[in-house]
């Protein structure tokens, strides 16, 4: 699959219960106001959806918001979370999505 569209109907449905259950895992791990959904289908050499869901932190700037989420990309390795952090929170958030 290579756009939304192209789902069939139960695949659709299935989708959004899983982009629903990763928000509410989100939410309730990072205590965020809510999440963006984005899919993008269309970088060259990966035919597939592929989706974010984000989550939407209160301290994030006025530029931060909607499409400038994606301005916190790219930031220097002394900004990132360190990996084992971000390992520490995915084990986090996968237990919360199975527990949804």
């Known amino acids: 699959m290579t756009a939304l569209h192209e789902l069939a109907p139960e695949d659709a449905s299935q989708l959004g219960r899983v982009l629903h259950r990763a928000s509410r895992a989100l939410c309730e791990v990072f205590e965020c106001d809510k999440t ?38 790219g930031v220097g390795s002394s900004e990132e979370v360190p990996e084992d952090e971000r390992d520490r929170l995915a084990l986090i958030i996968r237990d919360a999505i199975r527990a949804t």
């Open 36 to 73: 963006y959904v984005v899919l993008f289908a269309e970088w060259e050499g990966f035919a597939h959806l592929h989706v974010h869901v984000i989550p939407r932190m209160a301290w994030f700037a006025r530029a931060q918001r909607g499409p400038g989420v994606f301005s916190l990309l």
